[in-house]
């Protein structure tokens, strides 16, 4: 079965660090962009991170970048977000979502389950 | 603030038509593919529109999915009340270098 599960979340202080991981089965994991993508409680969809297929190019939000770093261990199947120095503003569920070969680069045909990230003291 | 504009919400009676707008930019809609996704309540979100207006497999011919210049639209047609979700457009951003989605739209079947 073709699957992401997530985990790592938790209760974090401000100021503090968290590393999600996201680990796939079913697929080929090295030859998909991957994804990760939050959303606050009762909010929308807000785009976090992309990493191309080899680990080589990634891309952050404004929101995240120079305190999140996206990778992945393609041996181990597992994706990867470090978020260092947490604001509230983070405290969402974390999805991670694996990019279609045939769709798009934008179109997301598999999704985790989301792993929650609470930041506050 | 989100940088593509959804109206917050929608609404039809079983079997009837409805869409959702989708504003944008130069820079995203513009000049990038549009996606659509369905998020039931306490689920992750679903692909249903990708590249503008193709459905990946198994999503219903009731979803279609357009776009003219900066806006795009999904539409829903014969309504059924497994449509009650939240919907929301998608597309990558040039001038952001990044991704960006609709505020999300909460479509409400009467």
């Known amino acids: 079965e073709v699957q992401l599960v997530e985990s790592g979340g938790g209760l974090v202080q401000p100021g503090g660090s968290l590393r999600l991981s996201c680990a796939a089965s079913?697929?080929?994991?090295?030859?998909?962009?991957m994804h990760w993508v939050r959303q606050a409680p009762g909010k929308g969809l807000v785009w976090v991170s992309r990493i191309n297929s080899d680990g080589s190019s990634t891309s952050y939000a404004d929101s995240v970048k120079g305190r999140f770093t996206i990778s992945r261990d393609n041996a181990k199947n597992t994706l990867y977000l470090q978020m260092n120095s947490l604001r509230a503003e983070d405290t969402a569920v974390y999805y991670c979502a694996r990019a279609s070969e045939d769709y798009g680069d934008f179109a997301f045909d598999i999704w985790g389950q989301g792993t929650m990230v609470t930041v506050s003291s | 603030q989100s940088v593509l504009t959804q109206p917050p919400s929608a609404s039809g009676t079983p079997g009837q038509r409805v869409t959702i707008s989708c504003s944008g930019s130069?820079?995203?809609?513009?000049?990038?593919?549009v996606y659509w996704y369905q998020q039931l309540p306490g689920t992750a979100p679903k692909l249903l529109i990708y590249?503008?207006?193709q459905r990946p497999s198994g999503v219903p011919d009731r979803f279609s999915g357009s776009k003219s210049g900066t806006s795009a639209s999904l539409a829903i047609s014969g309504l059924r009340s497994e449509d009650e979700a939240d919907y929301y457009c998608?597309?990558?951003?040039?001038?952001?270098?990044?991704?960006?989605f609709g505020g999300g739209t909460k479509l409400t079947v009467l």
């Open positions: 130069s820079s995203n809609i513009g000049s990038n593919y």
């Open positions: 590249r503008n207006n």
């Open positions: 079913g697929f080929t994991f090295s030859s998909y962009w």
């Open positions: 998608a597309a990558w951003d040039d001038s952001l270098s990044g991704g960006v």
